[in-house]
């Protein structure tokens, strides 16, 4: 079983940047995929980012392209989500998910394990 739990959300300025950190518990870690979501108030828990069990590979959604990035440090158990050039559509709270296999995936449904998220506030 793995545990993710967020930290990093925070208040920022558009145009500014934060890095959100997730570390999951668990000896498995190194063997899944990890993603990060996101829900806005009034609005549907979406996909943002997800990597690789060993990194290798990273998907992102369309809206993030070219301003987040998905890392990971296996060592650590850790994934990072660095948000950068952040607007205030980017506010919601982010949510980091353990799936369930090696391969990236946007889908909801592959994650097994979800922390309880951590909020990102974007001040226009």
């Known amino acids: 079983q793995v545990q993710p739990v967020e930290s990093g959300g925070g208040l920022v300025q558009s145009g500014g940047s934060l890095r959100l950190s997730c570390v999951a518990s668990g000896r498995t870690f190194s063997q899944l995929a990890m993603g990060w979501f996101r829900q806005a108030p009034g609005k549907e828990r979406e996909f943002v980012a997800t990597?690789?069990?060993?990194?290798?590979?990273?998907y992102l959604a369309d809206s993030v392209k070219g301003r987040f990035t998905i890392s990971r440090d296996n060592a650590k158990n850790t994934v990072y989500l660095q948000m950068n050039s952040l607007k205030s559509e980017d506010t919601a709270v982010y949510y980091c998910?353990?799936?369930?296999?090696?391969?990236?995936?946007?889908?909801?449904?592959?994650?097994?394990?979800w922390g309880q998220g951590t909020q990102v506030t974007v001040s226009s």
């Open positions: 998910a353990a799936g369930r296999a090696s391969s990236v995936t946007r889908w909801e449904s592959e994650y097994d394990y």
């Open positions: 990597i690789s069990w060993r990194g290798a590979y990273t």
